[in-house]
């Protein structure tokens, strides 16, 4: 069921069960971080493999401590510009957290979500939640309610409905190695916005086989449909057009029909384009055509963490070369 009721959520999580919440990013799936058994129903519903650990979600930047065992100035600074935001930290994780929630790693994933309904829901309850997006393991993660309830809709008792998420990403993980910060995954806050707070930070070039961030998965965050990534006017000219899906970035292309077109940011907004582009897969995915074809965005800002996700996306299909 589909709802705005912030006490159906919490009696549900109280009796250990898994909730959809909205949040800034991506919608998340929900239980209580503490309950071995709410942790075990999350990995379930998404059929998640259990190396894969979860985002443990607080209600505010003084809560960090009681789950991280250490809490450094740079994770402190970053804490208190960008939390509540599209930011996830990765700290050394108190024994209270168990270790189903991490993987069995020594690092907590903690994150305070900027969405106002969310933040009511954790301020009233006694735990934490963790949450990971809230779609089946290596699909698109959702970014409305109902985008929840077409995949997942027979398996969660409740979607908490928030509306569709302002920033369309998942958030930027950001852990700290010997003293500097690394992201592991970029996300909804750009790195540019990271580094102006922190100075310089390094960014982990993703890979399939890192344990240390096993959501760096190659072939995630992709659609079902081949997705091709290149020059889409040049990959036009050797697919049939009636059959092909565009993901655009600014332009139309004519010889493709128009409802087999989404074009992310006709302005060329990065923001905008991000908030649309999970939506946009979606819908490209949904339609009876062969393959999608995308192009990547400008690298700066979130056009960054969206060329990650194409790139993962195309990583499963084969090129035309
Ligand atoms: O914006 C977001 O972060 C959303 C919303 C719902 O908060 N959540 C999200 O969760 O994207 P998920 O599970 O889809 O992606 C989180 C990634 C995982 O792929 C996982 O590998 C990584 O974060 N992660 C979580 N805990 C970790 C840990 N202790 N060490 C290393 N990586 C971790
Ligand atoms: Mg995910």
Redesign the pocket.
């Given at each position: 069921m589909i709802g705005t009721s912030l006490e159906i959520a919490a009696n549900y999580l109280h009796a250990g069960q898994v909730v959809a919440i909205p949040?800034e990013?991506?919608?998340?799936l929900a239980g209580n971080a503490l309950s071995e058994e709410a942790l075990v129903k999350i990995f379930e519903i998404k059929n998640r493999p259990r190396f894969?650990?979860?985002?443990v979600?607080l209600a505010d930047v003084n809560q960090i401590s009681h789950y991280a065992a250490e809490f450094s100035e740079k994770a402190k600074k970053l804490a208190e510009r960008f939390m509540p935001g599209?930011l996830?930290l990765?700290l050394p994780k108190r024994n209270l957290i168990p270790d189903l929630c991490?993987?069995g790693?020594a690092?907590?994933?903690l994150?305070i979500?900027a969405h106002e309904l969310t933040l009511k829901l954790l301020n009233q309850l006694p735990f934490p939640l963790a949450?990971?997006?809230?779609n089946p393991f290596g699909y698109i993660?959702p970014t409305t309610a109902q985008h929840v309830a077409d995949q997942l809709g027979q398996k969660v008792p409740y979607i908490l409905d928030g509306g569709p998420c302002k920033i369309g990403l998942?958030?930027t993980?950001v852990g700290f190695e010997q003293g500097e910060a690394v992201i592991?995954?970029k996300?909804?806050l750009p790195v540019e916005a990271i580094q102006e707070c922190i100075g310089k930070v390094h960014i982990q070039p993703h890979s399939s086989s890192n344990p240390?961030?096993?959501?760096?998965l190659k072939s995630h965050y992709a659609p079902r449909k081949p997705l091709l990534l290149g020059n889409i006017s040049q990959m036009l000219e050797r697919v049939d057009p009636l059959t092909s899906g565009v993901l655009s970035f600014r332009t139309q292309f004519p010889q493709v029909p128009p409802a087999q077109q989404v074009v992310l940011s006709p302005e060329g907004d990065d923001i905008q384009a991000a908030r649309r582009f999970f939506a946009a897969l979606r819908y490209l995915d949904s339609l009876p055509i062969e393959v999608i074809l995308a192009e990547l965005l400008p690298e700066q800002g979130l056009g960054r963490a969206i060329n990650d996700r194409l790139t993962r996306a195309a990583a499963r299909s084969t090129s035309l070369d």
């Open positions: 949040t990013t991506v919608y998340g894969d650990p979860l985002i979600h599209p996830t990765l991490t993987s790693l690092k907590v994933a994150r979500p949450a990971p997006s809230a993660s998942e958030s993980i592991y995954r996300g909804g240390a961030a096993p959501g760096m």
